[in-house]
């Protein structure tokens, strides 16, 4: 655990990482110098001050950032996080890695992240509902259906977003297409909250089709158990894949012959943790987790989880990024000497923006779709973009995040030059 961390510090922050991988790709697709000093920061940073007076009476004052990485595309689009290391370096990288997926995904959206530098699990549910309106308050000048549209990201969820969406109607009126990921009793779409998980395994079954796996033999090991990791554990686990390894922020397991997803789903969502679950399994480190032999890791919890300090012992035929930037530049660049595939972040977890834009398109129309046409659609999204990435890889001879990040990148440079930003 020294040495990960340790390791962490030597290694770029999340901010400068992103802007590695754009830059590297702005350079291998020839954009522009003008066009890629734009997209090289952010439009707009705000940090506010949350105060909150916690249930004991002592008072609780939480820092919040909402960062607008670029808007040529369309309005900000980008989740919550409520985490104790949720400072602006990591949200503004956030933020960028939301205008490349969704130019990449081609949605109407430009890119945006917020953070709440608190820990959710030490709150009550009166606190985290009073700290959500409060920050809520403090960010809706800029927020707001054709401006600026937040989601769920790791700490919050349905609730929260409710919650968010509520006060922000207070000041602005009825407006439940400016939060997705609501609950669907308040105009949230069914299909939405599967929908990240649900995207990873789409964009699996498209590689899968492409280069002849059966994902039936496919043995899977998960990083973090929460919305995104879940979902991609029980659509796999129906599918018929192995999930062999999983994890949460308590602790790791493994049993070879597949684990009881059925009944780790049932424990975590009556609040308990994977290793509470009444499931055969081995304990293993933390680390050793993202180590195990296997088909497909599907790193689903934190970033910056493979690093130049265990990207050696990774031992995956393939890594799906179901979490935002789980792999360091430096960890990249031994991935792709020692060819391991990489399907990454802005590719494989698009599957959860590209469903806010359908409850926000739902949620504007006024006019709800049934899980069976949601579903649809994000299955022949995700595939399409897969196999235009897939056809530049096999163009380019590069690997998936440089096809990724150069698609992107250019339409992001075509929107901001029609837009006469440079
Ligand atoms: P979540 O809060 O629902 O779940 C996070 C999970 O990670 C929990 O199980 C937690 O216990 C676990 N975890 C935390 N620290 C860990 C550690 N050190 N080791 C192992 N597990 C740990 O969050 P989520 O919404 O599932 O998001 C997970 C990742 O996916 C994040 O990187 C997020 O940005 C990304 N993502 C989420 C969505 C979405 O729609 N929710 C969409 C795209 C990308």
Redesign the pocket.
Known sequence: MVDVLADRVAEMTADEAVRQYAEEAAEAAGLAPDVSRVLDSSYREITVQVPLRRDDGSLLVAHGYRVQHNGARGPYKG?L?YHPDADLSEVRA?AALMTWKTALLDLPFGGAKGGLQVDPTELSARELQALTRRFAVSLSHVLGVYRDIP?????T?AQVMAWFMDAYSSRHGYSPAAVT?KPIDLGGAPGREP??GRGLVYILEAFARRYGWDLEEARVVV???????SWVARELDALGARVVGV????G?MFNDGGLDVAELVRTVEAGGSVVDADVSYVSLA?DELLTLECDVLIP????QCITKANVDRVRAALILE???HPVTPQADAVLAERGIPVIP?ILA?GG??TGSYFEWAQNIQQFTWAETRFNAELRERLTRVFDEVTDYVERHLCTYRRASYAIALERVARAVRLRGYV
Request: aromatic share 2%; hydrophobic share 35%.
């Open positions: 989740g996080r956030l989601a769920p990201d790791v700490g969820n990921g929908a990240t990083q973090g158990f929460g919305n995104v990791g994890s949460d922020v308590k790791a933390q689903a919890a934190l970033g179901g979490a935002n972040d977890n959860g923006v």
